[in-house]
Structure formats: C-alpha cells, structure tokens
C-alpha cells in the first residue's frame, strides 16, 4: 500500500477518537433536587420572569429545570449549568441554557448556549484559565469576559493553554 493512502486511512479511522479525547468530562444536567431554591428561583425570575411559574405555552416550572455544576476553572468553585428543558423551548440545537458563576452572593449569566442534557462537555481546552463547553452544536469559549459560541463545523482547533 502506498505510504501516503496509508497514513490517509489511519487518519480518517483516528479522528473520531481524537476528537473525542478533547472531551474532559460530561457534565451531568439533571433535575433540581426536592427543595427550596433560592439561588436558581433568583435566576430563573431574572432571565424568564415572563415564562418562569407563568401559564401559556410558553411557561415552565422548576420540574421543566435541569442543574449542572461544574468547575470551569481553577479556583475550586463550580459555575452552574441551568437549562429549560421544556419541550416548548426545544429547537433543532437543542434547549436553551445559562452558564452562570456564583459573584457577590448571586448567579451572574457568563454565556449562553442550546444543547441536549446527556450532551454538553467541558473541555480540556482552555481560554484564559476557563474550560471550553462543548454543546454538540457548538464550541462555547472564553473570551475573557463571557463564553462566545461558535457553531461546532466551524470552530478551529486551538491548542490548550
């Protein structure tokens, strides 16, 4: 076999596992556990006041939530992963969600993104001490001060840092 049909073929039978070795962890998004929460009612009541709690087709309650946590950077602390998982809000990426870090005794909204609840990744890939977010649709990546999407086809490859 010619060297060069060879290393083609390897290349096109590793890339999906080299894509995959990008991933660091799936980030669990599950339901709120039972309870009182403040912190996401606080939230839920500053980005979907018209929506959350409310009657139409449109309106959800916490059972429609789903909550992940996740360090997406060094400093020990989990940024929070708060997703509508209300059929309503469904579209072709997904359902849409909030990545928030915990400033000043409050959820504070550092990006947005759609995508499935078995289906977002933290990366190992890093910008500016924060790990990138993989949706299945798109690449979410820190730009110093919020995550920018960038539809996934498109993205490039950018080394760790």
Excluded: C
């Amino acid at each position: 076999m010619n060297p060069l049909a060879f290393l083609l073929a390897l290349i096109l039978v590793l890339a999906p596992a080299l894509a995959e070795a990008d991933k660091l962890a799936q980030i669990p998004v599950l339901p709120a556990a039972s309870g009182p929460h403040p912190d996401l009612d606080a939230l839920l009541q500053r980005f979907w006041r018209d929506y959350y709690k409310a009657d139409g087709s449109l309106g959800f309650d916490m059972s429609q939530v789903r909550v992940g946590r996740v360090a997406l950077t060094d400093d020990d602390n989990d940024e929070l992963i708060l997703m509508i998982a209300s059929q309503a809000w469904r579209t072709d990426a997904g359902y849409p969600f909030v990545i928030a870090t915990w400033i000043d005794k409050e959820w504070v909204a550092v990006g947005w993104g759609w995508g499935d609840e078995d289906g977002i990744f933290s990366l190992t890939e890093t910008r500016r001490g924060w790990h990138s977010v993989e949706t299945g649709t798109y690449v979410m990546r820190w730009n110093g001060t919020e995550y920018e999407r960038e539809t996934k086809s498109t993205a490039p490859p950018v080394p760790a840092n």
